[in-house]
């Protein structure tokens, strides 16, 4: 196990800048996960630490040793890609030892490191097995086996669940956890689902145009995040935005006038507000209902009903406010497209926004959280 240290990591093609300094710590034995929309630069932030590509400026260091200049096969590091990449014409065992024979390992150790692999990985009975009579899941399982016997100090993996199905996911999601329980290992994992990130992650490192825009526990980036973006991102579906105009801001509090003329003091700190300041106000759809005492009600109409079985979401046209706002409810809500409904929200789980996307600090302590 090691941990990962960035430092001002920056990375260019010519004159197109992919990640900006870049500074983050990955403790010994932590499961972090970069998540992030397509092209923001998380894959290329892994690829660096693995050694596949330079790095433009920066220290990169595995432990206490600075690795910017040294090969992949020098930094102890075990990459599980995207692809299964597997060599068809050997079998489980193989496969996995393959990179065991090109360094030359001992066979009675190759031996070993296979067969604890597979047992780890409950890939034993499947030894001898081609891949093509493998299902996706195996063939990943055994992707990440032929990681494990390398013992590497880190362990990277790039998008492992994206050609899965959806069950198969949840299924892999389950195991790779677990697996870092067992192991104790330094993991690094980049996904573009942040369902994954929130499961799977001790810390979610969540990255905007090449630049980190929040790192922390999946409930504080559920619960705090730093921008709109990272509540935008973070939960499934996602944020309501609707805009508003400042009346009174203070350190202690925030009152707002939204459209329609309703007025709501949200419990954020305001002190760099301005009365008459554009704002805009973020809630999540759980925490709008239409049967709840609330500091606010908002009248709309049901647009589209989405039914899930255990969820229901309901998408509406409040009044006066642009765009749709979405409510989730429970699976047994017999709501119905076109049907008048009064909406209900709480102060205290409310967000604030400035036009420069930055989040005024919540004040409001969810119970429980544990950050």
């Given amino acids: 196990m090691a941990s990962v240290t960035l430092r001002n990591i920056c990375k260019s093609y010519d004159d197109t800048q992919v990640t900006r300094n870049v500074n983050l710590d990955i403790e010994n034995g932590e499961f972090v996960v970069f998540?992030?929309?397509?092209?923001?630069?998380?894959?290329?932030?892994?690829?660096?630490?693995?050694?596949?590509?330079?790095?433009?400026?920066?220290?990169?260091?595995?432990?206490?040793?600075?690795v910017n200049d040294l090969p992949p096969k020098e930094r102890e590091v075990g990459m599980v890609f995207q692809s299964y990449a597997l060599y068809p014409h050997m079998d489980v065992a193989e496969n996995m030892a393959f990179g065991l024979k090109l360094a030359r390992t001992n066979k009675a150790e190759i031996?070993?490191?296979?067969?604890?692999?597979?047992?780890?990985?409950?890939?034993?009975?499947?030894?001898?097995?081609?891949?093509?009579?493998?299902?996706?899941?195996?063939r990943q399982r055994v992707a990440i086996g032929r990681t494990i016997v390398r013992e590497p100090a880190v362990f990277l993996f790039d998008e492992p669940l994206s050609n899965l199905d959806a069950s198969l996911r949840v299924?892999?999601?389950?195991?790779?956890?677990?697996?870092?329980?067992?192991?104790?290992?330094?993991?690094?994992?980049?996904?573009h689902d942040q369902v994954e990130a929130m499961t799977m992650a001790d810390k979610i490192v969540a990255l905007d145009n090449g630049a980190i825009a929040q790192v922390g526990k999946?409930?504080?980036?559920?619960?705090?995040?730093?921008?709109?973006?990272?509540?935008?991102?973070?939960g499934s579906p996602k944020m309501n935005f609707i805009d508003c105009n400042v009346i009174a801001?203070?350190?202690?509090?925030?009152?707002?006038?939204?459209?329609?003329?309703?007025?709501?003091?949200?419990?954020?700190?305001?002190?760099?507000?301005?009365?008459g300041e554009?704002?805009?106000?973020?809630?999540?759809?759980?925490?709008?209902?239409?049967?709840?005492?609330?500091?606010?009600?908002?009248?709309?109409?049901?647009?589209?009903?989405?039914?899930?079985?255990?969820?229901?979401?309901?998408?509406?046209?409040i009044h006066n406010?642009?765009?749709?706002?979405?409510?989730?409810?429970?699976?047994?809500?017999?709501?119905?497209?076109?049907?008048?409904?009064?909406?209900?929200?709480?102060?205290?789980?409310?967000?604030?926004?400035?036009?420069?996307?930055?989040?005024?600090?919540?004040?409001?302590?969810e119970p429980c959280i544990d950050f």
């Fill in 171 to 191: 299924q892999m999601r389950i195991e790779i956890s677990r697996l870092h329980k067992r192991l104790g290992a330094t993991m690094v994992y980049v996904t």
């Fill in 111 to 138: 031996q070993r490191r296979v067969q604890d692999a597979a047992n780890l990985l409950q890939l034993d009975q499947l030894l001898a097995r081609k891949p093509k009579d493998l299902s996706g899941g195996q």
């Fill in 278 to 317: 554009t704002v805009t106000l973020g809630i999540r759809p759980e925490h709008l209902s239409e049967h709840q005492q609330a500091d606010l009600y908002l009248d709309g109409e049901v647009h589209v009903v989405e039914r899930l079985g255990y969820q229901t979401l309901v998408h509406l046209d």
């Fill in 35 to 66: 998540v992030g929309p397509s092209g923001c630069g998380k894959s290329t932030l892994l690829r660096m630490i693995a050694g596949l590509e330079d790095i433009t400026s920066g220290e990169l260091y595995i432990g206490n040793n600075r």
């Fill in 249 to 275: 801001a203070s350190n202690q509090s925030v009152t707002i006038i939204m459209p329609g003329d309703h007025r709501l003091e949200v419990p954020v700190n305001g002190a760099e507000l301005t009365e």
């Fill in 321 to 365: 406010v642009e765009g749709v706002v979405t409510m989730r409810t429970d699976g047994g809500n017999p709501v119905q497209e076109g049907t008048k409904v009064t909406l209900g929200l709480n102060a205290n789980k409310c967000h604030l926004f400035r036009q420069d996307g930055s989040a005024c600090p919540r004040l409001y302590r």
């Fill in 218 to 234: 999946p409930m504080e980036l559920y619960h705090y995040p730093a921008t709109r973006f990272v509540a935008g991102f973070i």
